[in-house]
Structure formats: C-alpha cells, structure tokens
C-alpha cells in the first residue's frame, strides 16, 4: 500500500527566503505526483502536477521536482511571501483510484 | 475555469441520523471522488464513481454510501451519523485520472453531536 511522508510537518521562515518540501513515497509505480495548498477551512488549490515521465514543473516561483526510481519529490519555493503561507500537500496517483496524500507541510511566512 | 460545488460549508447532525452531503461538477468529468480529512491521519479516500451510476469503496467506506445518478452529481450519505464521522468532506473530480489534476470543492465541515 502507498504512503506518503512529507517532512518538514512544520515550517516557518522570514520573508523572502528560498525553502524547500520535501515529499516521499514508498511505490514508485505512479502515473503522477501533485502538490496542492490548502488554507485554513478551505479546501486544495492544484499547484503543480509532474507525470510520471517527467523530471520537473514550474509555475511562478514554485518548482517541483520527481525523482520517481527514488520514490522523492521536492516542492521549491522561491523569495517566499507572506501569502505563501498555507499548509502544502504531496500527493500520488497510483491508478483509478484517484491520489494517496502525505500529511502536509504547514508553512508560516513570517513578514 | 472548473467549479466544483458542495452543498453546505458547515453541517451539525445528530447521532442517528440520515446524513446526504451533495456535490456538484461543471466541467463534465467522469471521475468524481469523497475524501475525509482528519488532524493527524491527512485526506483519506471514502469512495469514488468513474461514471454515471458506477462507484468503487476507497480506503474507509465503512458507514458510507454513494449515489451518482448524473455524471455532473456525486452524494455522499451517512446511513446513521456517527460521533467518529465528524469531519471536515471533500468533494473532488478529474476528467482523466492518470494525467490530470484532481479539482476540489470548498469542503463540508460535519458534526456529528
């Protein structure tokens, strides 16, 4: 059965700084990996979505990378802004049945 | 842009009770999906429908049923509400599961007294 782990579970930086999530899964046997934000009581925004043959996204200031034989994913984001903070979620999808998500990285932009 | 739609933001239900949370989609996906989310066990998948009238149990479809008469309509019901079925719900869908992302509703905060 998949799993995911997302460390940190908890960050909080100053603004403008560069950070990093981490993502990683147990079965590499996945058509795509997907980074979603969730903001309090809300429910997910799609961020990015890397298939499984590819190596990289962009969007903006963030950038996800797959590295699908070692079963990681990171989620980079650039000169962070107070509206970045949010909690981020990794998710994989393994089949028909839809995603398996980690727990989150709950991330405090500090102004 | 893709509207995924949920009927209450906020629900509070009774021990017993029969319980239909409804969620609606605008851009004709096949593949609809219920999660629940939890502090601490993440988003869990309850069941999923990859067409009208079809649906597959997920990871923790004990106390729960499904129903999609339509393709743009997928319900969630709670047969008799428990205290352990408070949670915040979780409508998604997708038009291709393997290469698309999934579009989520706001959610349904339920509470089960």
């Known amino acids: 059965k998949q799993e995911v782990t997302q460390i940190p579970a908890a960050l909080s930086v100053p603004e403008g700084e560069n950070l990093v999530l981490n993502c990683s899964f147990t079965?590499?046997?996945?058509?795509?990996l997907q980074w979603f934000r969730q903001d309090p009581g809300k429910g997910l925004t799609s961020l990015l979505l890397i298939q499984s043959s590819q190596r990289e996204q962009t969007s903006g200031r963030l950038n996800a990378s797959l590295d699908k034989s070692s079963g990681r994913s990171t989620l980079y984001i650039a000169a962070s802004q107070p509206g970045d903070s949010a909690t981020y979620l990794c998710a994989v999808c393994g089949g028909a049945d839809g995603l398996t998500f980690g727990k989150g990285t709950h991330l405090i932009i500090q102004p | 842009d893709v509207k995924v739609t949920q009927s209450s933001r906020y629900l509070v239900k009774r021990t017993g009770e029969k319980v239909f949370l409804e969620c609606v989609q605008d851009?004709?996906?096949?593949?609809m999906f219920w999660y629940r989310q939890d502090p601490g066990l993440g988003l869990r998948l309850i069941y999923f429908s990859y067409d009208v009238k079809m649906k597959e149990k997920g990871d923790i479809p004990e106390g729960y049923s499904v129903s999609r008469e339509k393709k743009e309509r997928f319900s969630l019901i709670l047969e008799s509400a428990s205290t352990n079925q408070t949670s915040m719900y979780l409508c998604?869908?997708?038009?291709?599961?393997?290469?698309?992302?999934?579009?989520f509703g706001p959610g349904t905060r339920l509470t089960v007294l």
């Open positions: 851009m004709d996906h096949e593949n």
């Open positions: 998604a869908s997708t038009l291709l599961v393997a290469t698309d992302t999934q579009y």
């Open positions: 079965d590499s046997a996945i058509y795509n």
